[in-house]
Each structure stands twice: as C-alpha cells, then as structure tokens.
C-alpha cells in the first residue's frame, strides 16, 4: 500500500462479500458459503469506504475526524490478514466483478484468476460419436481461447495448454494414443464421456508424477469381469461397442462441466477432485468421486520390474505380536484396522472392490458377506458360473469381522491375477530340476483321471477341472517361491501359480486355484493363514474321499454363548447343527461343522450344508467352522430350485437335491466319546512367527516343505501370500497316490488302504 493516491492500489471488500450494516449492531458480510460479523463503532465508519474505489490515504482522509490517526490503517490490516480485503489497480466492469467474485469465493486472487482463464490455450478433441464442434462451442462459452478444431493436432500446444477429449468409453484404446502424446509433452489433458445415463469427467491426466490412463483403464476392467471375458473369448480388445445412449441435454451437460473444469485449471484452481474421475447421475443428478491412484507397477508410467524383484527375494519372517485374538484366528491388525488402512480399495468405478454386501437372505446373525466375483470360479474355462464360490465371501461371529474378511479374500484374489510383471524363468522341468518343483506333487492327479478328462471336465465345475498330463519336457513359465524350510528358492510353474496365465493353445497344463492363499495386516499373518487352509483342506480329503467316519464335538463342553444362539437360530429354520472332528497326523485341530433339514420325508433331500475351520486353538477352529456353515447358508435358506442358486454349480445342485445322512453315514459321528475344549492340547504363542516356525517345523518332522510366494501388489499395499505345500491333499477331486490312501491307514481309521474305485465319486464341492 503505497502512499501516492493515484498509484496506490484500490482497497476494498471482495467481490464475493455483501456489506449489510445494521446501525447499532454489526456489519455483516454475508456469501453463498458464510455470514462474517464485524463489530464496533469504528468498522462501522470504515466498511462504506471499503468500496474498491480508494486506496488506503483516500479511506484514511474520508474517514474524518471519527478515528484517531493511523487507526484506519491499523484496522485495515486486520481486515485484510482476515482474508476479507482485495487490492485492485482499477475499478473492475460490471462483468469482470462478477468474474472475479467467482474467483475470490474459491480462494484466489480475482483479478489474476481472469487473467489465467482468458489466456489459456485449450483444445478440443472427440474420439467418440460427440461432435467436436459441441465441444469446442462449450468451452468458448466458458471464456476459453479455442483454436480452429480444423488445426488442432495433438503435439501443436505448449505445455501449459490443455486438451479435453471427448469420448464414448474410457477404456476406448485411442485414449492411450492421447495420453502417451500429452505424457511425453508435459501436457494434461481431461477426458469427458458423454455417453450413457451417467456422465463422466476427469480427472486431470498428464502430470509426470500422477497416474496415467492406463492405471486407470486397469482399474475400470476389473470392475467389467463378463465384459472381458467375451471380448477375450471373441479374440478382440478394447470394450464392446454400445448402441448410442444419450439425450442432448445430458450430453451438452457433461461438456459445460468439463468446461468448467477446463477454466477453474487455467484460472489456477488446484483442489483434490481434480485427481478424482466424477461421475454424473443423469437420472437422479447426483454426483459422486471416484479416486484414480498410480500404480506403482504400472507398464506405462510405473516400474513394472519391481514385482519380480520383490518375488524373488527372500521371504524374511519378522516377529509380530498378535492384537486380535478374539475372531476367527490369531491376526496383527484388528478388523477396524485393516479396513481404515486399506478401505481406500473400496469404490464402485475404480476400486479394486466394487463393494461389500450382506447376502439378504436368511437371518442377519449369519453375517454372510460377499465382495466382488472370484476369479478362480471361471478364469476362461466356460466363464462365469453360479455357485458357492463364484464371489469372494467373508464370515465371522459380528458383521464387521465378515465384511473385512470378504474385502481382504477380494483383494487377495485380485493379487492373484497374473499381470505380466511377475517374475518368470522359462524353461522344462527336465532343464530346471533340482530346482523345479513338479507340479504333479501340488496338483495330485492320479494319471486314470486323465482319461476321459473332456466328459469329466463338461459336466464338472471350474474347481474340479482336470488338466492335461503334464510334459516334462515342455518350455513353460516357472516362478520362484521361498522355501522357509530350506532357506532357498524352488520353482512352481507360473500358470500353477497366477489367474489367468497364457499357455500353449489347446493345452492345460496347470491351473491356479485358491489354496493356501491368504491376506493379512501383515505377511507372518497372510503366511500362517495360508499354511492352516492347506492343513484344512488336506484333512477334508482324507475324510471325505475315504468316507471314513470321526467323533462328534461336543458342543456344550465349550460353554460358548454365541454357538448356543447359532444352534437355536439353525432350529428355526427346521435344520440341526452338529460338527465332526477330523484332526489327522499334523495334529492340527480341524473341524467339519454340517448342517441338515430336519423337516423333510425319508429319502428326501435334506439340503446338508457344510463349514470347515482348522487353527492350533480349537475354539477358534470351532468358531472358524460354524461361521463358514453360517457363510453358506444364504444358498439354501430359500430353496435350492430359486434362481441364481449356488444349486446352478452342477457338483452342488446334485448333492443338495439328493443327499442325505442315511445315503452318506460319513456325515454322522462315529459314536465314540466326543472330543471337547482338551481333547487337542494348545500352548498359546505371542507372535505369530512363533507359530509359522511351529508350522515348519511341524511340516519338516513330516517329510513336507513349506513354500510360499509372495503376491503383494505395489499398488495394493495388503499383504498377500500363496503358501504351497507339495504332498498335502487339496479338496478337490484329485487322487494320485500319496497322504490320500496311506495316512488313514496309519491313523487306524482304516485297516487297508482304499481302492481307486472305492473313492468316494463326489466331488467336494465347498
């Protein structure tokens, strides 16, 4: 504030502030976002000379004798440290005024706001059915300097400029020609989709240090699973082109918005939605954000090297002092804090989980939460099919424990997906052995299963998916895993390993599945869960292919509250709950817990529904069980004829419409004298690396190796774990020889080892 009246800037209120004296009480500035009071007889002389039309000497001398001197200045400080003030060099038109309130409202100088917003040069683009004139006529109507369409090129501008491109579908393949050609020229650019019910806009591509189309185009696939899966089948990429959708008012909306966003950039407004992609209901006109992260492995702007530097390092057990014991296992974080410090993953446009939902049907104590489609449950084998599995589910004793469990499972099979960053060794087993790991040692085929593996594989679920016979001498992708028994690396093949890995055509050699894959707080955490779902399921097995039969749980014994209720809610619904202890050689406590109809005829299907848990603790085995019985129920509460039924799968439909205890007594106890809370002898460890050493150990008197593979994704952070363990059964129907005949014979339930043929012809299906 100088101290000449001519050259001294204009003071006065900004633009955006109605002045409203009342005599006597205050002056009020009042704006769209707040009402200020100013108190005081002296502000009440000043604030009709903060008009914009003096500068400070001029406001000093008309204020008179009514404030003492250098009061004026004094006060006028304090207004303009408050924020309230603006400094001009002249007195601003009518239209330009309003311009510049506009502008102080968001924060900025008015004046050099305008300026930004009528020099900057933007430019318009249409890869889609938008007429670019439409476009262009938008963002001359905001003020904006638009060159001939006819002369637009995208490489013209300089690097302040900014490109608008209008499209039909963001996943559109042209995009990335743009966004490579702003990317290399330090240019942003903003997409507007005009199509379609629902507009979308933004964010703001471009910058060196922020993501890139393709991070986003990542995202947005993984949220049309089907859509992919018809264009891959159909050999073709980029989306699926839809019929035009679109009324002209919605379109030229979504065009002044993008408009809009165009001049609040020049004008030098930076806010966070700006990195965000807005969506527009065009029905209902709600508006939502929707974040768009760098991915840290990103092919185009991130270092896609780093996932196989991480994989291929060391698996280096760190100690981790358990904080929740009270759900379903042993964990480092609590639910709450898991999902405060990953539920950024949770969105509807460009989350890695769309969402997480209770399955309404049946009563809400059973907590059963689904998140998301399972990738396992198809991955180019005829699609996506219904069935038990074909989302990714959680459970638990509260609703919190189940919905976290369900986002955790959505995120670790999308850790699972294979990329194209992972790290790969090519080569045949032959070549690569001593180092190789045969995949016939994890997948247990018994060679007779080959035969006949095309009828098998037509009228069987994904799950129980028969692969070619595997060639020794085959150039194949392998992987490396960390042995934690051995302190060294072993390999698996890739496609053993990964969804969705490519392989020769016509041949299947290996097919990932889910088994021993987990997510936790930590990597110890994901580690031991991995290791407990291979114990669970390779007792599973054993029980079910032989058909033998095990002793009750006594259920009283453990004087648990919450399993009274559950047993008393089954009762409602005509069914009775009642578990089997199939604990085998590795002593591990797992647990069957099956429920059944008790309404139905002799002979009837009485819809048996089964829960499996396995953990050191037996309560939390049994807790573990019973919750997973709960998380099924929803597919049999309303009848296994309703459509969508998980009855759909055909290896479920055929046991849920024919089965009964009388038909399979394996189901049933053995009447011996029930085990109970002592029956399996437990010794409490603070750290979960004292446990995952236990496990080693443990696998190691038993002749097996534990390896595992790290699947953290850079741009997921969670950490995700596959646990292998060669030798131990999986579920499914595989019966190469091995555990499956010679450990029931060991353990006594057996006085000889089964027949081939005496196997049990059901697959478990669960």
């Known amino acids: 504030m100088g101290t000449s009246e001519t050259a001294a800037p204009l003071l006065g209120f900004k633009p955006h502030l109605r002045v409203e004296q009342v005599p006597g009480e205050a002056v009020y500035l009042i704006s769209d976002q707040r009402v200020t009071a100013l108190h005081g007889a002296q502000i009440a002389r000043l604030a009709p000379l903060l008009d914009g039309t003096r500068p400070l000497d001029g406001i000093a001398r008309d204020a008179g004798d009514d404030l003492p001197e250098g009061q004026a200045a004094r006060i006028v400080r304090r207004l303009d440290g408050a924020g309230l003030l603006v400094a001009r060099d002249h007195a601003p038109a009518p239209g330009e005024l309003a311009e510049q309130a506009y502008w102080e409202a968001a924060g900025l100088d008015g004046s050099a706001a305008a300026e930004g917003r009528g020099t900057g040069l933007v430019r318009a683009v249409s890869v889609g059915s938008t007429d670019v004139r439409d476009l262009t006529a938008a963002l001359g109507a905001a003020g904006l300097t638009v060159p001939d369409p006819a002369a637009t090129t995208h490489g ?99 065009l002044q918005i993008a408009a809009l ?58 100690s981790r002092i358990k904080h929740d014991t009270d759900g379903g296992g042993h964990r480092s974080l609590t639910p709450r804090q898991l999902l405060e410090r990953y ?137 490396p895993l960390w042995s934690l028994t051995e302190g060294r690396q072993r390999l698996l093949p890739t496609s053993l390993l990964y969804y969705g890995v490519p392989q020769a055509p016509g041949r299947v050699y290996c097919l990932a599945n889910s088994n021993g894959t987990a997510a936790g707080g930590t990597s110890e955490d ?17 029980w079910w292919y032989n058909r033998t039969r095990h002793p009750a749980v006594d259920l009283d014994a453990f004087d648990d509250p919450w399993i009274t209720e559950l047993r008393r809610t089954h009762a409602a619904l005509n069914r009775e709950v009642w578990v089997l202890d199939l604990t085998a050689d590795l002593g591990v406590p797992v647990l069957a817990a099956v429920s059944r109809r008790t309404d139905r005829a002799r002979g009837e299907s009485e819809e048996i529904m089964f829960g499996f848990g396995a953990h050191f603790d037996v309560r939390i085995a049994l807790r573990r069980a019973l919750t997973e019985l709960n998380q099924m129920m929803p597919h049999v509460v309303e009848g296994v004829a309703a459509p969508g039924s998980a009855a759909d799968d055909p290896d479920v439909g055929h046991w849920l419409r024919t089965a009964t205890v009388a038909a399979h007594p394996y189901l049933l106890s053995d009447g011996s004298t029930p085990t109970g809370p002592d029956t399996h002898p437990y010794t409490h460890r603070e750290d979960l690396r004292d446990d995952i050493e236990s496990a080693v150990e443990l696998l190691r008197t038993h002749g097996m190796e534990l390896l595992v593979l790290d699947q953290t994704r850079p741009d997921v952070g969670l950490p995700v774990v596959r646990v292998v363990v060669p030798g131990l059964r999986p579920h499914w129907a595989r019966f190469a020889p091995g555990r499956l005949f010679d450990v029931p014979v060991r353990l006594g339930r057996r006085s000889t080892p089964i027949r081939y043929e005496d196997l049990n012809p059901i697959p478990l299906f669960l």
């Open 156 to 254: 013209a501008a300089g690097p302040d400029a900014l490109t608008v491109v209008a499209c039909d579908d963001y996943l559109d393949p042209a995009l990335a020609v743009v966004d490579a050609e702003h990317r290399a020229a330090g240019r942003r650019w903003l997409p507007v989709r005009t199509e379609g019910t629902e507009q979308w806009i933004g964010p703001f591509f471009g910058d060196p240090d922020g993501p890139c189309w393709a991070c986003l185009a990542e995202r947005l696939w993984r949220t049309r699973p089907v859509e992919a899966h018809v264009q891959r089948m159909l050999g073709r990429s980029g989306p699926v082109p839809r019929p035009s959708c679109a009324l002209p008012a919605a379109r030229l909306a979504a």
């Open 526 to 542: 994901a580690v031991l869960q991995g290791f407990l779902e291979l114990v669970e399921r390779d007792a599973l097995a054993l």
């Open 261 to 318: 966003e165009a001049a609040k950039w020049f004008s030098g407004f930076r806010h966070p939605s700006q990195l965000a992609l807005r969506t527009l209901d065009g029905l209902g006109l709600g508006a939502s954000l929707h974040p768009v992260r760098r991915r840290p492995q990103c092919p185009t702007c991130g270092e896609p090297g780093m996932t196989a530097v991480q994989v291929q390092a060391p698996v280096v057990l760190r």
């Open 343 to 479: 539920g950024h993953h949770i969105d509807p446009v460009t989350g890695l989980v769309r969402e997480i939902r209770r399955d309404p049907r049946g009563p809400e104590s059973f907590h059963s939460y689904v998140a998301g489609t399972n990738p396992a449950a198809g991955q180019g084998l005829g699609g996506l099919r219904a069935g038990l599995r074909s989302s990714c589910g959680g459970k638990g004793t509260t609703a919190l424990q189940a919905e976290v469990g369900a986002f955790a499972e959505a995120l670790e099979r999308h850790c699972g997906h294979f990329e194209g960053g992972e790290a790969v060794v090519t080569g045949s087993y032959r070549d690569l052995a001593p180092a190789a790991v045969h995949p016939d040692t994890v997948q247990l085929y018994d060679p007779r299963q080959h035969t006949g593996r095309t009828d098998w594989n037509a009228c069987h679920s994904p799950f129980q998916y028969v692969c070619d016979p595997f060639d020794e001498s085959a150039e194949i992708g392998w992987t």
